[in-house]
């Protein structure tokens, strides 16, 4: 494993988290939750968005202990929302939580045009880079707490089931933790990257 594909791949997530994150912070921001804003997360700047934790160690981690098999699951500190600035705070919340993946769908795509038009070496960093990004918003789709597929399933849910949703939270951590165990120890895990690498290198 080369030096230069670990600083790929630090790169490359930063970048991707960031954008993240900025996403998030810029869709609450035009729908009236000055929160980011006032905690200097409206912008793009890598290091306002930056966990040394969870968006280097633990990917790098990762990477190490799986041999490169397993994509590197990054984020950055969560952009903090208050709800109740919006006008309609749980629709608003389903395009804050959307903004997030959508970014690295229109990011994994563009460089996927990039790639195209590049030379070989660069064309698959841009194609590695569409991967990752690919992932990073399948991963953070899952409807489990804190990801931003519960805030988009909880705007839907009828007022008893919301609350019911919401008591879920506190165990957020320990259920995606249970799902990746199942997905690694079933290899259902193994064949959804290889899915996802299909997809996106054949394109």
Known sequence: MSILYLAAVVIILLLSVTIHEYAHAIVADKLGDLTPRSQGRLTLNPFSH?????????????VFASRGLIPP??????????????????????????AGPLANICLAAICILLAKIAIPILSGILSFAAFLNFILAVFNLIPI???????????FLPIRQYQIY?????FGFYLLAL???????????????????NLIFSI
């Open 50 to 62: 930056l966990s040394i934790l969870t968006t280097i160690v633990v990917p790098l981690l990762i």
């Open 179 to 197: 799902l990746m165990f199942f997905l690694i120890a079933s290899g259902s895990l193994l064949k959804i990257i290889a899915f996802s690498q």
């Open 73 to 98: 699951l990054a984020r950055a500190k969560p952009v903090r929302i208050n709800p109740y600035h919006f006008k309609n705070p749980r629709q608003d919340m389903i395009l804050v939580g959307a």
């Open 166 to 170: 919401r008591k879920i939270e506190k």
């Open 145 to 155: 707490p804190p990801l931003d597929g519960s805030r988009i399933v909880a705007g």
